[in-house]
């Protein structure tokens, strides 16, 4: 015991070898405990007692030599306390995080609220509730992604079958924004990709008009490309939509005089939108004599293009630490 509390460290690796020494598994005193088989009966008692405290001794005491080496080590000059800590390197948001963030912000705004449906879909929600007859020649404007064994199960290739269930499951006035992953059946490229992501809108309530539709995409524009921007919608089709349109943006590179990135042409097309098909409603349980709506969809990527002007889409999807750094700061 006595030697037990002699026992003095001049630093912490010192008190280190001590525990060693004395409680270690091959230490003096784990030794004695392990001797105490052999102690006569009537001793055990006595012995143990004995061998205990000796214990509690040794790790009370070489515990309290390996903090007054810590305290002392500290102090010592040469370490200052008071310094602020070397900064913790943090991660960055991915890109398209960021650009998502985004645009549900600027809806959000407006009074979008956000829904989300699943990326492994049925055919209904994807086609079939969309207003594509089965064999209606839209649908080989995206090339789905089967599951082999229930050909009706496909990856989603638009967000678009999140409206059928919003729709379905809510009475108007509805106002959601539904961002997300979609699949496509195409070659990896630098200018496509197998998955990529959209974000879709959509308004429905009494007397929603076309009007509605262009104001807000504008502001929109506006809030994501900058207050000079202006907008161009140019007719087009869909099949859950009537009349249908695509929006361009005056290029945000030279405002609309022309350049490289927008190819002469001033304007970059970012969406497709127009006004609900009144047989898109009804398929998902809303009078289309009470209720109109507008809907709207665009690729994530190609806003993210457009913003930071990454020239290949694989860059997105490959985890590049020397790409994703370079949003440190976004
Ligand atoms: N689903 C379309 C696509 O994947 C995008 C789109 C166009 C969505 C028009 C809409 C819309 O809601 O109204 O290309």
Not at 37 to 50: C, D, I, T, Y
Not at 161 to 187: D, H, K, L, W
Not at 242 to 263: F, I, N, Q, R
Request: glycine share 6%; net charge negative.
């Amino acid at each position: 015991m006595a030697e037990v509390q002699a026992l003095s460290a001049k630093n912490a690796e010192e008190a280190e070898a001590l525990r060693i020494k004395y409680l270690s598994k091959k230490g003096e005193i784990t030794a004695l405990m392990n001797d105490f088989r052999s102690v006569p009966a009537e001793l055990k008692k006595e012995v143990g007692m004995r061998i205990n405290e000796l214990k509690a001794a040794a790790q009370e005491k070489i515990n309290a030599l390996k903090e007054a080496a810590c305290v002392q080590e500290a102090a010592a000059p040469g370490i200052d306390l008071t310094r602020t800590p070397y900064p913790i390197p943090l991660g960055t948001r991915h890109p398209l995080t960021i650009v998502k963030n985004e645009i549900v912000d600027i809806f959000s705004r407006l009074g979008f609220t956000l829904a989300e449906g699943p990326e492994v879909e049925d055919d209904w929600h994807v086609y079939s509730s969309m207003n594509f007859a089965d064999d209606h020649p839209a649908r080989d404007m995206q090339d789905t992604f089967f599951v082999e064994t229930h050909p009706d199960i496909i990856l989603r290739s638009h967000t678009s079958s999140v409206q059928a269930r919003v729709m379905e499951s809510t009475q108007p006035p509805i106002r959601v924004i539904c961002p997300g992953r979609v699949y496509r059946n195409e070659a990896i490229s630098a200018r496509a990709h197998c998955f990529f992501h959209q974000v879709e809108g959509l308004y429905v309530d009494r007397n929603v008009s076309f009007t509605d539709l262009k104001q807000v995409l504008l502001l929109f524009a506006q809030e994501m490309f900058g207050p000079d921007t202006k907008i161009r919608l140019r007719p087009s089709y869909f099949p859950f939509t009537e009349p249908s349109a695509e929006m361009d943006v005056s290029c945000t590179l030279c405002g609309g005089k022309g350049c490289s990135l927008c190819k002469g042409a001033g304007w970059l097309e970012i969406l497709g939108c127009g006004m609900v098909d009144p047989a898109v409603l009804e398929a998902s349980g809303i009078d289309s004599t009470q209720y109109t709506g507008y809907a709207f969809g665009m690729g994530i990527e190609r806003i993210a293009n457009l913003k930071y002007q990454v020239k290949d889409l694989r860059m997105f999807s490959e985890n590049d630490v020397r790409f994703l750094d370079e949003f440190v700061s976004a």
